[in-house]
């Protein structure tokens, strides 16, 4: 199944340039996992010690994964995931 | 209806149904009228408690000037009820915030102070802390912190939700100040403990991002994350697109910021019905689109719209 990543700019370097990229899971970990073994170096950008990173903000068709589950957020075939900066509007 | 002025019409507004947009008869979406108050926006009802509460506190007497950060809507009612209530006003605002915003303040009487774009409305309630600060006889208000706020949403918006809609499941609003989501939150949860409570913020582009800076995230002092269920962020283009869905299917002329609450309503609806659950989702019409005309977010293809609206605060 696939899912629709959307990748901010600053983290663009580890999808050659890509703007979405396409990747896979039945969870929001899975899913990260899935885009690590082909862009490495992304999983550590967004996530420390087993959670989220404090300042990135991951919403599930533009809904914020921590209130929905956090990284065992499921996942469906057709989904969109979008990976921001968390600045404005402090969400945290 | 009859009133004795126009500040006692603040409020009451119409509860009406979305057929066309609604996804099932058993997952309907409900839009919140609140344009329909005095000065056209939803802030009428927290200026006027703040106005009042200020009043019963001592800290407002005729002929003190009043103080605010605000991209507009607030700073347009505050200015209503300041002219008719005998006070002065001086706004702090955004200066990449709508021409017609800036007309109509100073049609109302009110001073404008403008703060740097780049800092948005963070930057304006830097400035205006620190112009109360210069001038202890002014009197700020201060939206992002004053009860007043919340309460007047506690108090008025929330029960006339569930008077008109005793079966509601879900309420969605814009996060700004966060008050109509607290106020309206609070009460409706009280009501029935079981009601979804969701907020739809704006994402703005990267470029607004670029310029700031992650020590500037604000969190208003009114906001508690316990009130909301989940939160949405929805895109320009998101925020667009459904505010010309809303015109063009029911018939709706609504801001920029009521795109992205209906954007979000029609997320929870989505899931309601994939989830094969009943809904009735109420979302707010925060203001109508006559203030965002030059913008250019009615006119031409959505690309060029929101190409338009690149670097604009539009909630």
């Known amino acids: 199944m696939a899912i629709e990543v959307r990748i901010p700019t600053i983290l663009r370097p580890y999808t050659d340039g890509a703007k979405a990229v396409d990747a896979q899971g039945a969870t929001l970990q899975e899913l990260i996992g899935d885009l690590e073994s082909r862009h490495p170096g992304l999983q550590a950008r967004l996530v420390d010690q087993g959670a989220l990173r404090r300042f990135v903000n991951v919403y599930l068709n533009d809904e914020d994964v921590r209130f929905l589950g956090g990284l065992e957020t499921p996942l469906s075939d057709g989904d969109t995931v979008t990976v921001l900066p968390a600045v404005a509007g402090g969400s945290r | ?315």
């Open chain 2, 1 to 315: 209806m009859r009133f004795e002025s126009l500040i006692d019409s603040v409020g009451r507004t119409p509860l009406v149904g979305l057929p066309r947009l609604s996804p099932s008869e058993d997952v309907r979406v409900w839009a919140k009228l609140e344009d329909r108050n005095p000065t056209g926006s939803i802030k009428d009802r927290p200026a006027l408690w703040m106005i009042e509460q200020a009043e019963k506190d001592g800290l407002l007497r005729p002929g003190c000037t009043i103080l605010e950060p605000t991209s507009g809507n607030t700073g347009i009612s505050l200015a209503m009820s300041a002219k008719l209530k005998g006070y002065k006003l001086i706004c702090v605002m955004p200066e990449n915030t709508s021409e017609e915003r800036r007309q109509l303040l100073r049609m109302w009487g009110a001073e404008i102070i403008s703060s740097p774009a780049a800092g948005g409305s963070n930057e304006a309630v830097r400035v205006a802390k620190g112009l109360a600060a210069e001038n202890p006889s002014w009197v700020m208000l201060y939206q992002y912190g004053n009860p007043a706020n919340w309460r007047s949403h506690y108090e008025t918006t929330g029960p006339e939700i569930l008077a008109d809609l005793p079966t509601v499941t879900h309420f969605v609003a814009g996060l700004g100040t966060t008050g109509t989501l607290m106020g309206v939150g609070r009460f409706l949860r009280e009501q029935l403990p079981d009601v979804k409570i969701v907020a739809a913020e704006p994402r703005y582009g990267e470029l607004v991002y670029g310029l700031r800076n992650v020590d500037e995230g604000f969190i208003p002092e009114l906001y508690d994350p316990e009130v909301l269920t989940t939160r949405f962020s929805v895109s320009s283009g998101d925020a667009l697109r459904r505010t010309r869905e809303l015109l063009a299917a029911e018939g709706i002329f609504a801001g920029v910021s009521t795109g992205a609450a209906l954007h979000a309503a029609l997320g929870m609806a989505a899931k309601a019905v994939k989830a094969g659950e009943r809904a009735d989702i109420v979302f707010v019409v925060a203001d109508g689109g006559w203030k965002y005309l030059s913008t250019g977010a009615y006119e031409g293809t959505l690309d060029e719209a929101e190409e338009r609206l690149e670097g604009q605060l539009w909630a």
